[in-house]
């Protein structure tokens, strides 16, 4: 995904391209967001160390 953005949004600010940059890429923008929010999420998620019951002070 980070490829494709960077092969192809720079030629769309070109002059060749005469349009909405915000209508026409918007959703691509929202896409990587989405990727990045959980991209980092899961990051969280996996070096998060591991937790007993204990750790919560849960009785069992």
């Known amino acids: ?3 494709a953005l960077a092969v192809s949004i720079p030629p769309h600010f070109g002059a060749a ?3 909405d940059h915000l209508v026409h890429l918007g959703p691509i923008y929202l896409a990587a967001g989405a990727f990045l929010a959980g991209a ?4 969280r998620a996996l070096h998060w160390d591991a937790r007993t019951p204990a750790d919560d002070h849960v009785e069992k």
């Open 1 to 3: 995904m980070v490829t």
């Open 17 to 19: 391209y005469d349009y």
């Open 40 to 43: 980092a999420v899961s990051w």
